[in-house]
């Protein structure tokens, strides 16, 4: 990143900033850990803060299909991916390919290991990467050394959700794993040299907080290419559809504990996250806490961005997980 070309922004940005966290109503405590996130932001990315209006599509490997079925998606997710199953995934690339794409997110159902497949399909993968080239990135959920080792002849970018309570792990995704084999997943991606972009879901227990940040602990020892947060949603129709987001308090907690465990770290606030007012408010509160880039963000982050004196670059065509834009 470049240095701020304007004095001013070093001068006044992080006091425009401590103005506006003074006016949330947040613990003094909060606030403090707020401001500390955001000046080291402020010191690794200067000025700068990268917006995403254009993620990339996502394609369902299992079309509807999915063993798990977790209480807070149940299958809803999926029904807003192209259909990649039974031999159409080289079709979704191509068309992709030719409207000018420059990505692809292949995710789909988990298997009751906690895997999403993708894995079965690395040869087809290679030589749709080969034909089109298009960078791909990937939902891999828990994955064997044997299995990274398969995706590393064609996946660009790991998208683990790397969960830290076990409580959360078997009574939400209804899996039997632990912890430990979110870890390993981070070792074995490492080794087979796959970048990673670990996602910390904020709230996934409901709203509440539980593993967070002991997620983050995990993720710390693998040194990760970008570290995104995610914001759990309440989704009708599910069993969590009656639960709460999380308060924002909490999830800057989270974030600034992200920002200060990985201060030159792409931090980035996930696409995926609730809407409405409480979107508007958490993008602000984000930035505050010292994210660095936001993918499709609000009106408020453009405003708020404006008031405080941060340059928003614009990125198309692009993941927030990846650090060369």
Same mark, same amino acid.
């Given at each position: 990143?470049?240095? &701020?070309?304007?004095?001013?922004?070093?001068?006044?940005?992080?006091?425009?900033?401590?103005?506006?966290?003074?006016?949330?109503?947040?613990?003094?405590?909060?606030?403090?850990?707020?401001?500390?996130?955001?000046?080291?932001?402020?010191?690794?990315?200067?000025? !700068?803060?990268?917006?995403?209006?254009?993620?990339?599509? &996502?394609?369902?490997?299992?079309?509807?299909?999915?063993?798990?079925?977790?209480?807070?998606?149940?299958?809803?997710?999926?029904?807003?991916?192209?259909?990649?199953?039974?031999?159409?995934?080289?079709?979704?690339?191509?068309?992709?390919?030719?409207?000018?794409?420059?990505?692809?997110?292949?995710?789909?159902?988990?298997?009751?290991?906690?895997?999403?497949?993708?894995?079965?399909?690395?040869?087809?993968?290679?030589?749709?990467?080969?034909?089109?080239?298009?960078?791909? %990135?990937?939902?891999?959920?828990?994955?064997?050394?044997?299995?990274?080792?398969?995706?590393?002849?064609?996946?660009?970018?790991?998208?683990?959700?790397?969960?830290?309570?076990?409580?959360?792990?078997?009574?939400?995704?209804?899996?039997?794993?632990?912890?430990?084999?979110? !870890?390993?997943?981070?070792?074995?991606?490492?080794?087979?040299?796959?970048?990673?972009?670990?996602?910390?879901?904020?709230?996934?227990?409901?709203?509440?907080?539980?593993?967070?940040?002991?997620?983050?602990?995990?993720?710390?020892?693998?040194?990760?290419?970008?570290?995104?947060?995610?914001?759990?949603?309440?989704?009708?129709?599910?069993?969590?559809?009656?639960?709460? &987001?999380?308060?924002?308090?909490?999830?800057?907690?989270?974030?600034?504990?992200?920002?200060?465990?990985?201060?030159?770290?792409?931090?980035?606030? %996930?696409?995926?996250?609730?809407?409405?007012?409480?979107?508007?408010?958490?993008? !602000?509160?984000?930035?505050?806490?010292?994210?660095?880039?936001?993918?499709?963000?609000?009106?408020?982050?453009?405003?708020?961005?404006?008031?405080?004196?941060?340059?928003?670059?614009?990125?198309?065509?692009?993941?927030?997980?990846?650090?060369?834009?």
């Amino acid at each position: 990143m470049k240095n &701020p070309s304007n004095d001013q922004y070093t001068s006044t940005t992080p006091d425009l900033a401590q103005k506006k966290i003074n006016e949330l109503h947040f613990s003094e405590s909060t606030k403090k850990e707020m401001l500390r996130s955001f000046n080291l932001r402020l010191s690794a990315f200067s000025d !700068e803060i990268l917006f995403f209006n254009e993620p990339f599509t &996502p394609i369902s490997i299992t079309g509807m299909n999915c063993e798990l079925n977790c209480r807070h998606c149940e299958k809803h997710y999926l029904k807003h991916m192209l259909d990649g199953s039974h031999g159409r995934l080289r079709t979704a690339a191509e068309k992709l390919a030719r409207d000018g794409r420059s990505g692809i997110l292949l995710s789909g159902g988990s298997k009751l290991d906690g895997s999403v497949p993708t894995y079965e399909l690395s040869d087809a993968i290679r030589q749709i990467k080969d034909d089109t080239h298009l960078l791909i %990135s990937a939902h891999t959920g828990i994955v064997t050394r044997k299995q990274a080792e398969s995706l590393a002849v064609w996946l660009d970018m790991a998208l683990v959700d790397c969960i830290g309570s076990d409580r959360t792990i078997n009574e939400i995704l209804g899996l039997l794993n632990t912890v430990n084999d979110y !870890e390993n997943t981070l070792k074995h991606l490492s080794e087979a040299s796959i970048p990673i972009a670990p996602h910390i879901i904020v709230g996934l227990d409901n709203g509440a907080i539980d593993g967070e940040l002991r997620a983050l602990e995990v993720v710390r020892r693998y040194d990760p290419d970008a570290v995104v947060i995610v914001v759990f949603i309440p989704t009708k129709g599910t069993y969590s559809a009656d639960a709460t &987001p999380p308060e924002l308090d909490d999830v800057a907690a989270v974030i600034t504990s992200a920002r200060q465990m990985f201060p030159q770290t792409p931090l980035s606030l %996930s696409c995926v996250r609730p809407g409405g007012r409480y979107r508007l408010m958490l993008d !602000e509160c984000a930035i505050l806490c010292g994210i660095d880039r936001i993918a499709v963000p609000s009106r408020s982050a453009y405003t708020l961005c404006g008031d405080i004196g941060l340059h928003v670059r614009e990125v198309g065509d692009m993941c927030c997980s990846y650090c060369e834009c």
